[in-house]
């Protein structure tokens, strides 16, 4: 017992020098598109982190989406770094046939905070499920892994990380590092969203005013077609 207790000593020391990563994020916007946004918080100084990267893993829930041509768009303009690596991905199936995503951002400085990084996400939620009496059904967005390379050692690293994970180095390059898998501190245990969805009560309502519609769109395109339309026989 004697012999270990000045190793517990150290290792608490280590942990008592060693600041938190602080890790929040929050949706932007209302509405079935939203935007998810990271931020990362290092107690140290980002002059002593110039040479780390800041990758964040997420996994998008079932009940949410992220377009992988919206994201190509997004890069092309500079606006944010991410790309999907789920392999089967359906955009168009609704939450119960879908399955979880995940996605790579590669986050960037905060130009508003020294030592912050902050990473952009565009999502968009998925056709759900009527339900029989409550109209909202909730969401859980669970906290992403972070994931940090650094040309050299800090006590940072020593201090939070957990694991190593391969993955690629930048979005432009097809090098493959060995990330540090980083424990953090968040604000939130996970955050959450409220998404409306239509009530079975409703369904004969919907149909026949769905039909409605259609017959009569249909009828007001066959007319003017007939009228306005050239015949050659």
């Known amino acids: 017992m004697l012999g ?3 190793r517990a000593l150290r290792f608490l020391g280590v942990r008592a020098t060693c600041s938190e990563i602080i890790l929040r994020q929050e949706f932007l916007k209302d509405g079935f598109h939203r935007d998810l946004l990271i931020k990362v918080k290092f107690g140290e100084s980002i002059e002593d982190l110039q040479t780390c990267r800041l990758l964040i893993k997420h996994y998008i829930p079932t ?6 041509y919206e994201l190509a768009s997004l890069r092309e303009r ?14 168009e199936a609704p939450s119960y046939l879908s399955t979880e995503s995940a996605v790579l951002i590669y986050a960037r400085q905060d130009a508003q905070c020294i030592d912050c990084f902050q990473a952009f996400l565009p999502v968009h939620y998925r056709y759900h499920r009527p339900h029989k009496k ?3 059904t909730l969401i859980v967005v669970n906290n992403p892994d972070l994931l940090m390379h650094c040309d050299q050692e800090f006590p940072i690293l020593k201090c939070w990380a957990q694991s190593e ?3 690629p ?3 432009k390059s097809e090098e493959i590092c060995q990330w540090k898998n980083m424990q953090y501190k968040s604000i939130l245990k996970n955050l959450t969203v409220q998404v409306p969805v239509g009530l079975t009560i409703h369904t004969s309502l919907v ?3 769905t039909l409605l519609i259609t017959v009569l769109c ?4 066959l007319l003017a077609v007939f009228k306005y339309g050239h015949f050659s026989l």
Not at 63 to 68: E, K
Not at 78 to 91: K, Q
């Open 63 to 68: 009940g949410l989406f992220v377009d992988p």
């Open 169 to 171: 180095c930048s979005l």
């Open 165 to 167: 994970v391969a993955a």
């Open 4 to 6: 270990t207790e000045p």
């Open 218 to 221: 249909s009828t007001l395109i």
């Open 134 to 136: 409550d109209g909202d």
């Open 207 to 209: 149909c026949s005013v």
């Open 78 to 91: 500079n606006i944010t770094e991410a790309v999907m690596v789920s392999e089967s991905f359906n955009l």
